[in-house]
């Protein structure tokens, strides 16, 4: 089972809709959480941190289920420029923490 | 202004030659990391650093190496022992480890 994992997508949304994505982890003992979004041929940036009670900015909103060890992000009101890979990424505990990403779903929000 | 800087962004090399992808970062960060990506894939960790003079394997170190003896400075030698050298190569930073990571524009490593 791979450590973070999430649905390749494409999402294809028209403008206006609202999107959620989904990640699963398989450690239990993970601490940090956050979704980054990549446009293509350039690097992730941090789109938000992911908090025990959830949080929110804007139009994104971000949620954390450890009992079922799964984050989530949902989009309202999509723009075409959300358009994007959104990665979600997962940090282990201990002395040797390390960022793992999941591969990133894909969505095209269009016209 | 602040940030994390790769060179070259391209990068164009014969096959058996080593070539080595610079990472700088002034944020004055503890914690950097190399990460590969090929197409249609994800980030996949090459090493990881916590603290200077120190550099852990991430889950794909093979045929790769790295140093830290400066905080600021994270390079990264792809050697010819490693088998598909060409992607895209990023490097990123964060101010203690397991914190969010700020990335580098990365650089295309092209072996022909």
């Known amino acids: 089972r791979k450590e973070v994992e999430q649905d390749p997508g494409p999402f294809n949304v028209p403008e206006g809709a609202t999107v959620a994505f989904n990640c699963t982890y398989s450690n239990s003992a993970s601490q940090s959480f956050f979704w980054y979004r990549q446009d293509c041929r350039k690097e992730p940036k941090l789109l938000m941190s992911?908090?025990?009670s959830g949080n929110e900015d804007g139009r994104f909103t971000a949620q954390l289920n450890r009992a079922s060890q799964y984050i989530s992000l949902l989009i309202r009101d999509s723009k075409l420029s959300d358009s994007a890979t959104y990665l979600c990424?997962?940090?282990?505990?201990?002395?040797?923490?390390?960022?793992?990403f999941g591969t990133g779903t894909r969505l095209q929000v269009t016209l | 202004d602040g940030g994390i800087t790769q060179s070259p962004k391209y990068l164009f090399r014969k096959e058996g030659q080593n070539v080595t992808l610079s990472c700088e970062q002034n944020l004055n960060h503890d914690a950097m990391y190399w990460y590969r990506q090929d197409p249609g894939q994800g980030l996949r960790l090459i090493y990881y650093?916590?603290?200077?003079?120190?550099?852990q394997k991430g889950d794909i170190a093979e045929g790769y190496s790295v140093s830290r003896e400066k905080k600021e400075s994270f390079p990264l030698t792809v050697t010819s022992a490693q088998k598909n050298p060409t992607a895209f190569y990023l490097c990123a930073s964060s101010d203690r480890a397991g914190a969010e990571a700020f990335f580098g524009q990365g650089t295309r490593l092209t072996v022909v």
């Open positions: 650093s916590q603290i200077v003079n120190d550099f």
């Open positions: 992911v908090y025990s």
């Open positions: 990424v997962v940090t282990d505990t201990g002395t040797a923490s390390k960022l793992t």
